[in-house]
């Protein structure tokens, strides 16, 4: 099984990287998690979104190197120019453990507030609430339901005051 080693993270500027980004997302959503193809390629915000990409170094069984491989994604959407979405965090599972995630999200936390944005929200999957509340995140009163998405259980959750210190 490869291992990976020393992470980059990038915005996803140009089309080359827009792409590795959707590889990522199509590798977690589609192939692992089975959302359909459609579900991400003719999603109506794909044109609309800053989306950040994790790259790092794989180290295959052989001591190979592979430089810049895409393991992680995530973007942000201005849904207002006060609020900000978080949506389409992806690490691929070979590359879990690495707290890849976790710096994907401070980044989109970072940027948003940099554009003035002082809330976040985000639809997430159910199981993985608690990994968003370790970030800042938490379910608001009267959000306490959970609603499907592409047939999967979510959840409403903000992070507020994200461009206050802390």
Known sequence: MPTYENPVFKAATTEKDKDLAMQVRIIVFVDEQKYTLESETDDEYNDKSDVWLALCDRILDDGTIESGVPVGTVRLIAASETVGKLGRLAVI??????????????????????????????????????????????????????????GTPHLRMWHRGVGTKQ
């Open 93 to 150: 599972s070979d590359a879990r453990g690495l707290s890849l995630g976790k710096k994907l999200v401070q980044l989109v936390i970072h940027d948003a507030a940099d554009r003035g944005m002082d809330s976040i929200i985000i639809h997430a999957q159910y199981d993985k609430q608690g990994f968003y509340e370790k970030l800042g995140f938490v379910v608001e009163k009267g959000d306490e339901e959970t609603f499907l998405e592409d």
